[in-house]
């Protein structure tokens, strides 16, 4: 919308106001033109976007109420969805949806991130949009391709809602194109973060603790790579449903506070992670009538809030809603064991005849990659023993920081105690300290008394402080006993496993 007045006659300006109803309500554009007339002629007057807003007076005639009761409600109310008249033709049509009024609006802001997988899945995606909070929420939506990304925020739009502002990094995937697009349809404001400053973004933990869990339920459940994406969102989904005692949840969990109303966890709470369960399918399904699958958590965007992602011994993931566990007997019972046997034995030799479509994913840089990615292992756990070396290795390394800033960044996520104003101070190191000219201050060694090395720390509190190499390191010498042994105390239990050399009751007495 755009108006252009060039004239000196006040007449040619009062025929223009009385023509155009709009720019007489305008107050801005009249006051402009009254002082540019006093000086003896009138300069251009220009306005865009939607700057026409419903009135109090007007309110109150078509609502029929009184004029104070039409000022709160416009103090009280949004008009984000107001049709511009004064451009209304009476053949034109207007657009059928208008997505900034479809949707709930959240009180929260929402971090976005791309997670890339090991290997392509079962199902062909390469990587996850996550989307979290600061109060340990988040939800993963599945891509096959980096740039599909605006699908998920077509989702995430559609299944919880409009969010304060959207953050998230200079990815050209999320800053450009149909992200950006469908961001500015909803009317949700985009902000990124500034290169080099992950301690910016104030769901990282959220991110971290996700994959921690990832990788708890990888090793101890024996879980094929190829099915990473949906462990992934299984494990965020039930963070997400967990009352972490979290300073920003205040007792509660992060579903119910993203949703506004108290969270439900039946759709998880039946089942752990790759579970034997027997699953029925349809008449009209390729599928057998009952079968022995494995449970791979909820389907989220297809079926109902009880319809399951199962794995079959074809390599197949299905979705079904009438699953049941084993019973005792059943779990004990010769046959059912060999029917596990057997289901192994066939999903392993289909997923090797599918390895050729399980594609690894080439990046460019690939320490890079491994520092941000999903890193599983499908071998359990394994242990360096400790050797004694006598030769002194403080050498310089014959690669740079920048070349190289895994290598250099090995004090990343350590968690210290500092002393500041006789007063105990926990924080987390976040990582390098860069100077004006984007590079790092100081530089790195091995030996730490010649490391000159900066680095940030957050503490609890939200402050973030630089603090030298060697500093660090006596902090971390100083929680050490005389053998090197750093203590800590244990807050919770989070997962265990025994072999058949642990003590049973029986033995005990």
């Known amino acids: 919308m755009r108006y252009h007045i060039q004239s000196q006659s006040r007449e040619i300006y009062t025929i223009f106001s009385q023509t155009n109803p709009y720019f007489s309500s305008c107050p801005y554009a009249l006051s402009q033109l009254l002082s540019n007339e006093s000086k003896g002629k009138i300069s251009s007057v220009s306005s865009k976007g939607k700057t026409y807003n419903i009135k109090p007076e007007q309110l109150t005639r078509r609502w029929r109420t009184s004029l104070e009761c039409a000022r709160r409600t416009i103090d009280k109310t949004e008009q984000r969805a107001l049709r511009d008249w004064t451009r209304v033709q009476g053949d034109r049509r207007f657009r059928p949806t208008q997505m ?81 697009r469908t961001a500015s349809k909803a009317q949700v404001p985009i902000k990124e973060i500034e290169p080099f400053h992950p301690n910016q973004n104030l769901a990282e933990d959220t991110f971290r603790e996700g994959s921690r869990l990832y990788n708890r339920f990888m090793t101890a459940r024996n879980i094929r790579t190829a099915l990473w994406d949906r462990v992934f969102m299984y494990c965020l989904e039930t963070r997400s449903h967990m009352a972490l005692g979290h300073p920003l949840q205040n007792g509660e969990c992060g579903a119910t506070i993203i949703q506004g109303h108290t969270a439900d966890i039946s759709h998880i709470a039946d089942f752990s992670m790759y ?40 390599a197949q993931v299905i979705i079904r809603s009438s699953v049941s566990p084993l019973n005792k007997e059943g779990i004990n019972s010769e046959d059912i064991r060999a029917m596990k046997n057997e289901f192994t034995q066939e999903f392993s030799r289909r997923l090797e005849s599918k390895q050729s479509n399980t594609e690894l994913i080439e990046t460019p840089d690939k320490m890079n990659y491994n520092k941000y990615s999903i890193v599983t292992d499908d071998s359990g756990p394994s242990f360096i023993m400790y050797e004694d070396d006598e030769k002194d ?93 750093i203590s800590h105390h244990i807050k919770d239990f989070v997962d265990h496993r025994k072999d058949a050399k642990a003590l049973t009751k029986m033995k005990l007495f």
């Not at 995430?156 to 149909?178: H, K, M, W, Y």
């Not at 009538?289 to 011994?313: D, H, M, V």
């Not at 070349?403 to 210290?416: N, R």
């Not at 006789?422 to 100081?442: S, T, Y």
Request: negative net charge.
């Open 393 to 485: 290795d403080f050498t310089a390394s014959d690669y740079t920081e920048e070349e190289d800033q895994i290598e250099s960044d090995k004090y990343i996520s350590f968690k210290v105690r500092l002393m500041e104003d006789d007063m105990e101070q926990v924080g987390i190191i976040k990582g390098r300290k860069r100077g004006p000219d984007g590079k790092f201050i100081g530089k790195y060694n091995a030996n730490p008394i010649l490391d000159t090395s900066v680095y940030e720390i957050e503490f609890q509190d939200g402050r973030v402080e630089s603090y030298f190499a060697n500093q660090i390191v006596e902090c971390i010498l100083n929680e050490s006993e005389v053998e090197s042994n």
């Open 275 to 314: 579970d034997w369960c027997w699953t029925l399918s349809p008449k009209q399904s390729n599928q057998h009538r009952k079968q022995l699958t494995r449970w791979l958590g909820p389907s989220f965007n297809i079926g109902g809030e009880l319809c399951y992602a199962l794995l079959t011994a074809k």
């Open 100 to 180: 900034q009024l479809r949707y709930p609006r959240l009180k929260s802001e929402v971090f976005c991130d791309i997670k890339f997988g090991p290997c392509k899945s079962f199902e062909g995606n390469t990587c996850l949009a996550v989307y979290a909070t600061k109060f340990q929420w988040a939800r993963a939506y599945p891509l096959s391709k980096e740039r599909d990304a605006h699908h998920s925020l077509s989702h995430f739009f559609r299944d919880f809602g409009l969010p304060e502002i959207l953050i998230f990094d200079s990815a050209l995937s999320l800053t450009q194109g149909e992200y950006k």
